[in-house]
């Protein structure tokens, strides 16, 4: 009923800069937050970055300063600006919506199918 289609992710060196971009798209009544987190080799999914209707923006101490989260979620869509990326940014990027669906407004959380991030020089 709901999914979530990520682009923007790719090769890129050291230093460089990627933007993600997310669309939510299906039995939407609403949605109240959307965000990004990321899985590198070997480790847990992690929170990288969120964007809700009321509590703003929220980022993962490591990439403070470095990525910038933005969206219109009334339109359900989310960006998040990568810039100085490391190698230790590589990863597969999630896409993340807590949201109400249609048509009884209960609460459910979808994820995108990820997107691949690889920082190498």
Not at 3 to 20: F, H, K, Y
């Amino acid at each position: 009923q709901v999914q979530l289609a990520e682009s923007g992710g790719g090769l890129v060196q050291p230093g460089g800069s990627l933007r993600l971009s997310c669309v939510a798209s299906g039995n939407i009544y609403s949605i109240y937050v959307m965000g990004w987190y990321r899985q590198g080799p070997g480790q847990q999914r992690e929170l990288v970055a969120t964007l809700g209707t009321n509590t703003g923006t929220n980022y993962a101490d490591s990439v403070k300063g470095r990525f910038t989260i933005s969206g219109d979620l009334v339109k359900n869509t989310v960006y998040l600006q990568m810039n100085s990326l490391r190698a230790e940014d590589t990863a597969v990027y999630y896409c993340h919506a807590g949201l109400y669906q249609s048509p009884r407004a209960i609460p459910y959380e979808y994820w995108g199918q990820g997107t691949q991030v690889t920082v190498s020089a």
